[in-house]
């Protein structure tokens, strides 16, 4: 069983940056993907970023935070990471750590972390 601990949560003023961080507990035999969720109270859980490992690190992003957000990854510390600035208010949501392992080809177990606040308000 893998562990996540993620960190960084918090209360940012519009404008602002919070840099999230995930650990896993141990490495990850045939890491899929590692990335970031997010649940805003009365709303669906969407992606907000992840990273493929089997692509090269290639990375996909939700349209409302291009430009915005980075993701990023510290292999040899099995950490990802979600660098955020011009936080919007919108942005308001718990923020879960995500990594699929692989099984079968096209299917995945999935690991979730126990989510972190992030808050943006003036």
């Known amino acids: 069983q893998v562990q996540l601990v993620e960190s960084g949560g918090g209360f940012v003023q519009p404008g602002g940056s919070l840099r999230l961080s995930c650990a896993a507990s141990?490495?990850?035999?045939?890491?899929?993907?590692m990335g970031w969720y997010r649940q805003a109270p009365g709303k669906q859980r969407e992606l907000v970023a992840d990273?493929?490992?089997?692509?090269?690190?290639?990375?996909n992003y939700a349209d409302s935070v291009k430009g915005r957000f980075t993701i990023s990854r510290d292999n040899a510390k099995n950490t990802v990471f979600l660098q955020m600035n011009g936080l919007k208010p919108e942005d308001t949501a718990v923020y879960y750590c995500?990594?699929?392992?692989?099984?079968?080809?096209?299917?995945?177990?999935?690991?979730w972390g126990s989510g972190t606040q992030v808050t943006v308000s003036s």
């Open positions: 995500n990594v699929r392992q692989t099984i079968f080809s096209d299917t995945y177990r999935t690991y």
């Open positions: 990273i493929i490992s089997t692509s090269g690190g290639s990375t």
């Open positions: 141990r490495s990850i035999y045939r890491l899929y993907s």
